[in-house]
């Protein structure tokens, strides 16, 4: 088995007095792609957030490349963040500036490298998913779909060891979600690069799923391979591979 | 066809009570019940057995409410076997039954709410410190490594803080300083101190005026947009995106237009400042039959190095302050573009008193 990148003990979440995440243990393993899976609201972004400190856990620890992570210790936080992409449900690109802009952002603050160099790193990205053609239009310009790619080309702007995808292929057409799919087994393969992706669809999950967990209210109901998860007898878990629903 | 279909939701509906049943005639739609409620009211229903819907043609999710509604009130049931199928699948579509209630988190009370009060009070005042202190951090920061900033950035809010705001500056100062001579000069005339108008003018918009009313243009222009526009990018994740990227939201954002406003604002005030006398020296030449050279020697004479200094050291602070309260706000902004609009407004309200409260904290230290 190959080692694991992020370790979760006992994380809970809580927004107030509500609780979105009830004691999670998992662990993600490198050079893999994990698929979170669950209904709408079950707090899957949420435990996206958790993992990578944008939401402090009210308690619980994560450990990412075997380092406790968390904003608390500023230094180190910010120098694992230049290994890690992550990829926002909405995007969340700088709205201000053009996409090619956008994408060469990580570049400018965590490379020294001459900006030829950086433009073209920026057009190759841009190409991985699809965007060549829109390098200088601004956020605004874009359709949904359009900018997700164009930040998941930011997301991966510096080859990171590990990418976080949240819902990257919602709004997308079945051939550009599965180009997408395929950009993503590419990196993997490539780069060996372990990959936590949220998606509900069925059909992306059987391209590109190592790993599915499976999170019900806060806690998870299933976690292991794709084969496993075909086979469950967890009800919720047959039920969505027999339907595509929850 | 729509047009048929919705002229028979809107035909009208009736309803009669016959030995303990009530019978519902017509379609029960959001269009037709409010008329059904009234016959209703002017029923009188003793005991109902069942409620008789076969009827009905037409239900929607409103003509369910009202029947679920209606039976839980008289404690009847619907007799659903003479209930056409579509009757029996709307029932079935929108029946409220299954309904979750809603969380209500209770309303605290009155002695939890000034403690709460007090809590956000406390809570506000040290972000706002911490805020404060980061901004003042990364722009020295900023100065010393100016690689860290995106390229032009500094410039580009200049361009938006200062040279946009020149016309507006400009011929409001004017206005002021024209009326500011025209109040005085009425009682000035009198005692024929004609030439003190240029001396209270000098002093008034290089000491007070002049900063004061640039720093409140600009809270309005300025601090509206940095607040506005941290706010957004909140609101759409772009300051999460910003923190994954390992780059500090505040040093990105904020420092550009700290270092921006601190070039400006003097530039501005000191505008402010010539144009408003300049809008004196108009009423001076032409109602008080004063001459350029006395009204400018006069000028020149009564101001000294230290109302310059005092004015646009000000200034500055002015623009700090409206700088933080502005991000201050923005970076407060909870749930989407409603939140937006809430902040921007908070941001120049508090900025605009924050101006004249320092104002009148300056004039007192320059008192003593
Ligand atoms: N900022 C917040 N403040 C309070 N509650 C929140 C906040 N963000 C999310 N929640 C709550 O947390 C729960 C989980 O939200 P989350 O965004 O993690 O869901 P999700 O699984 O990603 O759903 P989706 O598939 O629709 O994106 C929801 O019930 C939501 O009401
Ligand atoms: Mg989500």
Aim: glycine content about 8%; overall charge negative; some cysteine.
């Amino acid at each position: 088995m190959s080692n694991a990148v992020i370790q979760i003990k006992d994380l809970i979440t809580q927004y107030g007095d509500k609780t979105i995440l009830d004691g999670i243990n998992l662990d993600f393993y490198s050079g893999q792609v994990t698929v979170i899976l669950g209904g709408s609201g079950c707090g899957k972004t949420t435990l996206l957030k958790s993992i990578i400190g944008l939401v402090s856990p009210t308690a619980g620890e994560v450990r990412i490349f075997g380092e406790p992570f968390g904003a608390a210790d500023e230094a180190h936080y910010n120098t694992t963040l230049r290994r890690i992409g992550v990829l926002f449900q909405n995007g969340a690109l700088l709205n201000s500036i053009s996409i090619a802009e956008n994408v060469a952002i990580p570049l400018e603050q965590h490379t020294h490298l001459d900006h030829s160099l950086i433009d073209t790193i920026v057009m190759t990205k841009l190409h991985m998913v699809g965007l060549d053609h829109a390098a200088n239009l601004l956020p605004s310009e874009l359709s949904g779909g359009m900018r997700k790619r164009a930040a998941l080309a930011r997301a991966i702007a510096l080859d990171p060891e590990l990418l976080f995808c949240d819902e990257p292929s919602a709004g997308l057409d079945p051939v550009t979600s599965a180009a997408l799919d395929n950009l993503i087994l590419t990196l993997r393969d490539q780069l060996n690069m372990s990959v936590v992706v949220v998606t509900h669809e069925l059909a992306s999950i059987h391209r590109i799923a190592d790993r599915i967990v499976f999170l019900d209210q806060g806690k998870i109901l299933f976690c292991g391979s794709l084969a496993e998860a075909k086979t469950s007898n967890v009800s919720e878990v047959e039920l969505f591979f027999k339907t595509g629903s929850f | 066809m729509a047009k048929k279909t919705s002229d028979h939701i809107q035909k009208p509906a009736r309803i009669y009570y016959q030995d303990t049943q009530l019978i519902l005639e017509g379609p029960l739609s959001n269009q037709t019940i409010p008329a059904l409620q009234k016959q209703l009211k002017r029923m009188q229903l003793d005991i109902v057995g069942t409620i008789d819907i076969s009827a009905v043609n037409y239900i929607d999710s409103a003509g369910v409410a009202f029947l679920e509604e209606l039976t839980d009130r008289t404690g009847s049931t619907i007799d659903l076997l003479k209930a056409n199928e579509n009757g029996q699948r709307a029932l079935e579509t929108f029946s409220s039954r299954k309904n979750q209630k809603p969380e209500y988190l209770p309303e605290p009370g009155f002695f939890e709410s000034i403690g709460n009060a007090v809590y956000d009070i406390k809570d506000s005042a040290i972000n706002f410190l911490y805020l404060t202190s980061e901004v003042v951090l990364w722009s020295f920061y900023g100065i010393v490594h100016p690689g860290s900033r995106r390229k032009g950035s500094v410039i580009q809010q200049s361009y938006l803080i200062g040279s946009n705001a020149v016309g507006i500056i400009a011929l409001l100062s004017f206005v002021l300083g024209l009326i500011l001579a025209l109040q005085s000069a009425a009682q000035l005339r009198q005692f024929g101190a004609n030439i003190y108008v240029a001396d209270l003018i000098a002093i008034s918009m290089v000491r007070e005026m002049g900063p004061m009313m640039t720093a409140i243009i600009i809270a309005g222009r300025s601090g509206s947009a940095f607040a506005a526009e941290i706010s957004t990018m909140k609101v759409t994740e772009e300051l999460d995106a910003l923190q994954m990227m390992a780059i500090n939201p505040i040093s990105y954002v904020v420092v550009p237009k700290f270092l921006a406003i601190t070039i400006c604002m003097p530039l501005l005030v000191t505008l402010s400042m010539i144009l408003g006398i300049m809008g004196g020296f108009v009423i001076g030449l032409t109602y008080l039959d004063l001459t350029f050279v006395s009204y400018f020697n006069e000028t020149i004479s009564i101001l000294t190095a230290e109302d310059l200094l005092v004015g646009l050291s000000k200034s500055v602070f002015f623009a700090w302050v409206i700088v933080i309260i502005g991000s201050y706000f923005g970076f407060k902004a909870q749930g989407g573009a409603a939140g937006v609009g809430k902040v921007t407004t908070s941001a120049v309200v508090a900025s605009i008193f924050a101006v004249i409260f320092l104002d009148a904290l300056f004039s007192l230290i320059y008192m003593i």
